[in-house]
């Protein structure tokens, strides 16, 4: 039986080994992991589709991260490790 994915709410999760779980995941749900860009490179991507940031750039715990609101306001992040 094959599983059908239709969506991702979250999956946060803290390792020692990121590059071992993010390829678990991804080997599990049969997406692709892309790990080349960072958060500003991101945050412009989005500007060009019309998807403005909702706050400022943020750090903290290793991370840099910035949030973005979906057309149906859930918010969602994207971040990296580079602080």
């Known amino acids: 039986m094959a599983v059908r994915v239709e969506g991702l709410i979250f999956a ?11 390829s678990f995941f991804a080997d599990a749900l049969g997406v692709e992991v892309d790990v080349s860009g960072d958060v500003e490179a991101a945050t412009d991507e989005l500007a060009a589709r019309g998807i403005e940031p909702d706050g400022e ?3 903290g715990y290793g991370l840099r991260y910035r949030h973005f609101r979906a057309p149906d306001g859930r918010r969602f992040e994207l971040l990296d490790r580079k602080v």
């Open 57 to 59: 750039l943020n750090a």
């Open 12 to 22: 946060g999760v803290g390792s020692a080994d990121h590059d071992a779980v993010a």
